[in-house]
């Protein structure tokens, strides 16, 4: 044995502790079903719509983002717009943030940004949709603002030497969204195209962009 | 509502320990920053979320803080920096 001792999940042989993510609180869903059961008792709302709630918020993702992001890439006045007046901007592809405020960061040569939030898991789910199960996660939510260069490498950015890594804590009322950097090389490209481009974890901030030549390197 | 810090000021976080529904994490607690934004007025989330109204209102920034600044051994690059909002009442000039 090359330890001098099992050891569970509660601490790393460096001395990092770990803490292990909460179980989901059965008061809180006690009292979900409760209120869920009193409103549809009480006709305020029925099953069928809150199924078709549920369906709408689930059927939300990327491909919304992606539009954003390449109407930015495509046309400067929206990009300027999207970064100074975000909540109008995509108020144009019909998203409400309301009572949030949206703030986008825009990735360049000298800045990489990153978002993570280290108090639940605030996220863009107007935009996003559902955030992705490591967003939630306490690892993930205490190391990208501890050591976000060894984060992003293990999710496979490498950046270059120079550039500044810059986190965004989305720890109250505004929600992120990364403005990742159009690729080299895409200029001919259509609209379609680059939307295919843009990835959920590039407008996070935990990876770039990526051809799709490079994405299998 | 007036805005008693503007984008540049050097601002401290409070070191106080406050149970409840506080959105100003502990790694930042102590920790001085620069003002990045002036985000604007909000319910106040510490009454909000137990079914208060949340007012008055509290003034939210967004305050940038150097990573050397909120960790010592913090082992990235020297320009490597964090953001996050905080309300004014978690600040002081610094």
Known sequence: ?217 | MKNKYSPGDKVQIMQRNQPGHVRTPIYVRGKTGVIERIVGSFPNPELLAYGNSGLPYKMLYRVNFKQSELWPDYDGQADDTLEIEIYEHWMAPA
Request: net charge negative; with cysteine; hydrophobic share 35%.
């Open chain 1, 1 to 217: 044995m090359s330890n001098d001792h099992d050891h569970g999940p509660t601490h790393t042989h460096d001395g990092k502790l770990i803490q292990e993510d909460e179980l989901p609180s059965i008061e809180a869903q006690i009292l979900e079903t409760s209120v869920r059961e009193l409103l549809i008792e009480k006709g305020v709302v029925s099953g069928e719509d809150i199924r078709r709630a549920i369906e709408a918020m689930d059927s939300r993702g990327e491909s919304l983002g992606a539009k954003i992001v390449v109407r930015a890439w495509t046309d400067p006045k929206y990009k300027d717009r999207l970064l100074n007046n975000s909540d109008d901007a995509v108020r144009e592809f019909g998203i409400n943030m309301s009572p949030m405020e949206l703030c986008v960061v825009e990735n360049t040569d000298e800045v990489h940004n990153m978002v993570v939030c280290t108090l639940c898991s605030c996220y863009p789910r107007p935009i996003l949709g559902i955030p992705p199960a490591w967003y939630k996660r306490r690892d993930y939510r205490a190391r990208a603002v501890r050591e976000p260069r060894a984060v992003l490498q293990e999710f496979g950015t490498d950046l270059p030497d120079g550039k500044q890594v810059r986190v965004h804590d989305s720890n109250a009322d505004l929600r992120y969204l990364v403005l990742p950097k159009r690729p080299e090389g895409t200029e001919d490209w259509t609209v379609e195209q680059l939307e295919a481009l843009v990835t959920r974890d590039s407008m996070i901030g935990v990876s770039d962009v990526r051809l799709p030549s490079e994405a299998d390197a």
